[in-house]
Structures are given as C-alpha cells and as structure tokens.
C-alpha cells in the first residue's frame, strides 16, 4: 500500500487544525453544507475529517439539526497546558537566551490574586544582583514594570477596584503612590507598549517589560530585563533590551497561539 507523501500529509493536518478552528468559533452546531462552503472542502472530504474527530469524542453531530460542534474533550488539552509548570517549561528556553545575550536578569510574570506573581526567573551570571524576586512569590501591582504593565491592560474601573483593595504602598523613595500619577503612567505604557521600574520595587534596580499575549489576544503576562541600575541606562533599555525583549515576548505569544504579530 502507497504511503502518504509529507506534503499529502501536511496539508491534511493543516485541513485538520482549519475545522477544529473553525468549529471552535461557532456557537451552534454547523451544517456540513455550511462548514464545506466556508471552507472550501468537498463534503465527502469534509466529512471524513468530522466522522474522525467525532469517533474520537472531540466532536459531535447534533441529533435534531444534524450539524456538527466540539465536544468539550478538546478542553482537557488546553487545562494540560495552563499550569505553571507548562508556562516554566515553555518560557524557560527564552528567558535564558534573553539573559545570556544581553548579559541581564530576565522574568516572566503573570497576574494572580491582584499582585504580580513571578512564574520563572533567568538570573544574570555574569553578576551577583541581590533582589527580592523569587519564583512562586509577588508583588504589588503599582510597584514593577511587569505590574504596571499587566495593570494597563485592565480598565479604568478595575484599576479603580484594585487600588481600593490593595492600596498604593511605599516600597521606595521612586514608588508610584498617587492614584493621579499612576493613571498617568498607564496611559503612557499604553502609548508605548512597554514598562520601565525606575528603582521603584527594589533600590538599586531597574527592569523593563513588554507583553505577552495569548490565543485571545489579550494581555496574559509580562516578559522583562532587569539589572543593576547603575548599568540600566535609558539608552540601553530603549535601544538595546526593548527590540530584544520584543523579539523574545513574540516568540512567545506565537507559543501561547497568539497570530496577531508583534505582541505589543
């Protein structure tokens, strides 16, 4: 018997992904006229690939109307995935390269809890910089860049909501304690697309951060540099880790099923 060639074999998972997708977007079940028309596949061809996915309980056909919807087994896939354990495993590999090629700490972080939870850290080698951030642990919003940056993505009366729960507390002589002020600030990060944390978490300190987005689009974490202050110019931040940092938040949200291009 003739084995499928490599490209027959492409273009039937490339088929394949195109339906699941598809399917995934409707919320009532699809006709096979319907789906076959939108598609642009032969019914026969379409139904060979729908009687596949239901056999398997990724699918079903809709006893009354005789349209096709997924199951919720196709779930089970995207729950394996959203641990932070998967999201270490997947943004490990960049954040290293990000550290060792532009000789800086790097993180990514997350918002759990109204606070900045760190999911994993690449320390710089090349130094000995004593700082607070750990994985597992937080902080404040207001007080980092990741923070402000994944703040920016809420609306005015959800950051309204978490300044009344959380408060503006002082960590440091630079932190960010008027609500007018940090209103300020996110409507320049959103301008922007990115963050900086002037001293404002940790003396001695510096981070910038960019967006990671997922398949839906929004705002789901933060990747940043981060580094001694002394060696963390506006410059360099700007002309050096800003491109490296964007290039690295894209890799990412490509990973994260993000397909709208850069991340910011």
């Known amino acids: 018997m003739k084995q499928p060639d490599s490209k027959h074999q492409s273009l039937s998972s490339l088929r394949l992904l195109t339906?699941?997708?598809?399917?995934?977007?409707?919320r009532a079940p699809a006709r096979l006229t319907d789906i076959a028309k939108d598609l642009s596949l032969t019914q026969p061809t379409l139904l060979r690939y729908l009687s596949a996915l239901v056999g398997e309980g990724y699918a079903y056909q809709d006893r009354v109307t005789g349209g096709y919807a997924l199951t919720w087994r196709i779930c089970r896939?995207?729950?394996?995935?959203e641990s932070d354990l998967n999201l270490r495993s997947l943004v490990g590999p960049f954040l290293n390269d990000l550290s060792e090629q532009q000789n800086v700490g790097a993180l990514f972080a997350t918002e759990r809890g109204s606070a900045v939870f760190y999911v994993d850290i690449a320390f710089n080698p090349g130094n000995s910089l004593d700082t607070l951030l750990r994985i597992g642990k937080d902080?404040?919003?207001h007080s980092t860049s990741?923070?402000?940056?994944?703040?920016?993505?809420?609306?005015?009366?959800?950051?309204?909501?978490?300044?009344?729960?959380k408060g503006l507390p002082k960590l440091t002589a630079n932190t960010i304690t008027n609500k007018k002020d940090l209103r300020k600030e996110l409507a320049k990060i959103r301008e922007n697309g990115y963050a900086i944390d002037n001293e404002e978490c940790e003396e001695g300190h510096k981070c910038l951060s960019v967006p990671i987005r997922d398949y839906t689009g929004q705002i789901c974490g933060a990747i940043s540099a981060f580094d001694h202050s002394d060696v963390m110019s506006e410059e360099r931040m700007l002309t050096e880790l800003l491109p490296a940092c964007r290039k690295t938040a894209g890799e990412i949200s490509a990973r994260l099923g993000y397909s709208g291009g850069s991340s910011t």
């Open 19 to 26: 339906i699941l997708e598809y399917l995934s977007e409707k």
């Open 77 to 81: 896939i995207g729950h394996n995935l």
């Open 139 to 141: 902080a404040p919003l």
């Open 146 to 165: 990741s923070g402000k940056l994944l703040l920016s993505a809420h609306t005015d009366a959800a950051v309204e909501r978490i300044i009344t729960e």
